[in-house]
């Protein structure tokens, strides 16, 4: 498989990720477990969103000097592209696991704690993910038809289940635990297991991780396709989605009060993963340019987004 990623490009990548998630780790945390306030969430959301795209700016420069200005923009709008893509798909995720606090009454100070182990998993599970369907495309084109159907069909479903609650308590894992694992009905603080009387328990914490796992892998299956149909470029792929997942927590905090002001949000990533699905299906016969598409999926999200603001939301049972 064809990628711009050098050893050097690689190793940089892997040591910023290193340091972020350290930095994340210790000072966002700065304080023992803490309710994070809107303001502090939206620096850090503001903070991980430039490290992204100081980076891009940082390959754009190194890329223009190794392999000239052409390969240097382009590759430049597809990261762009790719990672305006992802951020958007990662708020669905946000939407989801707020729905999941909320069930399981996760305390504001056990949330961090959730999501973190939440980014970690996330991260480890797109990059097995992405470097097998770059491993399938480069050996199987005809993959990206494949790719092309599921995207459309998943925006299908998503505009359709759009403004439904998620039924969580028929949930098959989660029926599934209960039914098979002895299980607590009390946090006990950050504890995922405690050990009572010779038996290992387990807490509501760790039910609440299990299912944020499971939502990395349902959004994961949905979004790793969507960039192949910008880049098949692993190293852009990754790059793109892990700087993504990075800003996750932080813009949890940020958006979690506000997911009814963005009610019709869901239908504009529908339509953003309709018009992804479409573009692969297609490529063969017109390759849609990367700047269009990185214009089509800013206009949706942005359209979107202003008329959840100007049209009220529907009463639930209206």
Known sequence: METIGSPLLWGVFAVLVILALQADLVLMRHGGPHKVTVREAAWWSLGWVVLALAFNAGLWWYLKGTAGPEVANRI??????????????????????????????????????????????????????????????????????????????TGVKMWIAAGQEPDLAENPVLRWMRGHLPLLKQYQGNALTVVRGGRRLYTPLFV??????????????????????????????????????????????????????????????????????????????????????????????????????????????H
Not at 129 to 147: E, P, Q, T
């Open 208 to 317: 609440v991780i299990v299912m944020i796992a499971i939502t990395d892998v349902i959004f994961a299956v949905d979004s790793i396709p969507a960039i192949f149909a910008i880049t098949y470029d692993p190293f852009i792929v990754l790059t793109s989605n892990v700087f993504a997942v990075l800003g996750l927590r932080a813009m949890f905090f940020l958006l979690a009060g506000m997911a009814d002001r963005f009610h019709l949000l869901p239908y504009g990533l529908a339509l953003v993963l309709a018009f992804i699905g479409t573009k692969m299906l297609v490529i063969d016969l017109y390759k849609i340019p990367v700047l269009v598409s990185l214009a089509v999926v800013a206009v949706i999200l942005a359209a979107t987004m202003l008329l959840s603001v100007l049209v009220p939301a529907r009463e639930k049972g």
């Open 76 to 153: 430049g709008l597809e990261f762009l592209t790719g990672y305006l893509v992802e951020k958007s798909l990662a708020v669905d995720n946000i939407f989801v696991f707020l729905t999941i606090f909320t069930f399981f009454a996760v305390p504001e100070i056990q949330r961090q704690r959730a999501l973190v182990i939440g980014v970690l998993g996330a991260i480890v599970l797109r990059a097995i993910m992405i470097f097998a369907g770059a491993a399938l495309l480069a050996r199987f084109h005809w993959m990206l038809y494949v790719f092309g159907v599921f995207l459309l069909v």
